[in-house]
């Protein structure tokens, strides 16, 4: 399987082509191996250990291989930098569990008049927010990566 994973934006850095998509089922913040960079090293994570699973749509299992920092910016800049375990899936997921578990809160909103989304992710100590899109019914963050730190696919 090929992912499209990012595109190039100027000189400064790339945009994830899919984004990450904010995902109120997932259990953890997730992403596939396959997007990581070789310097990128995948560390074990308690669940790698315990052999974890996460389980897809179809109730197929997705081993847990590991987590890895994974640091990204906003459309206007801003810098993050969170925790994300590798696991076989199509896309990187965010997790809402995980974002309310480590100090956010994420608000699914709408203009009841225009009906522009109004989603947003707001970290309580920084009070930074992270605007979310919402295409399809799907919220997503668009986050764009240094381009020293580009996404291809591991050989």
Do not use: C
């Not at 995980?98 to 709408?110: A, N, P, W, Y």
């Not at 109004?118 to 309580?124: E, G």
């Not at 295409?135 to 997503?140: A, G, K, L, P, Y």
């Amino acid at each position: 399987m090929t992912l499209p994973v990012a595109t190039k934006v100027g000189g400064r850095r790339l945009k994830m082509s899919r984004g990450i998509t904010v995902d109120s089922g997932a259990a953890d913040n997730v992403m596939p191996r396959q997007i990581l960079r070789k310097w990128m090293k995948v560390r074990p994570s308690k669940a790698s250990k315990a052999g974890v699973n996460y389980v897809a749509a179809n109730n197929a299992r997705i081993p847990n291989e590991g987590e890895v920092d994974f640091d990204f910016q906003t459309k206007d800049g801003q810098q993050h930098s969170w925790l994300f375990q590798v696991a076989g899936v199509n896309k990187v997921l965010a997790s809402v569990s995980s974002l309310v578990d480590t100090g956010h809160v994420v608000t699914f909103e709408r203009d009841d008049v225009t009906g522009t989304d109004l989603s947003f992710i707001t970290h309580k100590n920084s009070g930074r927010s992270i605007k979310m899109r919402r295409e399809r019914n799907i919220w997503t963050i668009d986050a764009f990566v240094n381009e020293e730190q580009d996404f291809s696919r591991q050989e």
